[in-house]
């Protein structure tokens, strides 16, 4: 069965960077995109971008051009998903979702990443 | 990108229909049968309904419905349920390898 199983809460300080992995099994892991979405407390999802990890190529949002880092190792079928300049507004749950068709159909259990100083 | 445009809450009786929208611009909605619908209850992951406008996933039941006019998607819920009481998220694709999320509306059953 198809499982993504995320990394533990962070907690860090501002200015510094967070990674976030994700460990896919139980399918072709080069067969399906990546997606990372994240969601601030009360807040909506927002879709922050995506890997082929077939490739490794990536696409972000425009939001987060520059401060984020989509990265993949075949070898251990997981993803990697590195924020940085972290601010206040950056605390909230990161989700990664294996795309499939037009939609998201599976989801990890989420890390929840919390910035304070 | 802006997010996609939904409403902030609807609400019905056990047994009714609820109808959300998704207002887009021609650029995403409006361009491309790449919508997709997520529900999504109290602390848990998101997950999936209606992917590519109108087609369900297996397992999802059948009162869950997609459709698609010019800019504006939506999910019907037919024959409410207790539990279809959750917040609920349009996406669609907005080209370049792009896609962006609703503002979320909270379903309620009353």
């Known amino acids: 069965q198809v499982q993504l199983v995320q990394s533990g809460a962070e907690v860090k300080k501002p200015g510094a960077s967070v990674k976030v992995s994700c460990k896919a099994s139980g399918y072709t892991f080069s067969s399906k995109y990546m997606a990372w979405v994240r969601q601030a407390p009360g807040q909506g999802l927002e879709w922050m971008g995506r890997i082929d990890p077939s490739g490794g190529s990536t696409s972000s949002a425009q939001k987060f051009q520059g401060r984020v880092a989509m990265t993949r190792d075949t070898s251990t079928t997981t993803v990697y998903m590195e924020l940085s300049s972290l601010g206040s507004e950056d605390t909230a749950i990161y989700y990664c979702?294996?795309?499939?068709?037009?939609?998201?159909?599976?989801w990890g259990q989420g890390t929840q990443v919390i910035v304070s100083s | 990108q802006s997010a996609l445009t939904q409403p902030r809450s609807v609400s019905a009786s056990p047994g009714q229909s609820v109808t959300i929208s998704c207002t887009g611009t021609s650029s995403d909605v409006g361009y491309y049968n790449y919508v997709s619908w997520y529900q999504q209850h109290p602390g848990k992951a998101p997950q999936l309904m209606i992917f590519?406008?109108?087609r369900r996933p297996s397992g999802v039941p059948d009162r869950f419905s997609g459709s698609k006019s010019g800019n504006t998607a939506s999910l019907t819920i037919s024959g409410l349920q207790a539990d279809d009481e959750a917040d609920y998220y349009c996406c669609s694709y907005a080209g370049d390898a792009i896609y962006v999320f609703g503002t979320g509306t909270k379903v309620t059953v009353l």
């Open positions: 979702a294996r795309n499939s068709n037009s939609g998201y159909d599976f």
């Open positions: 590519d406008v109108n």
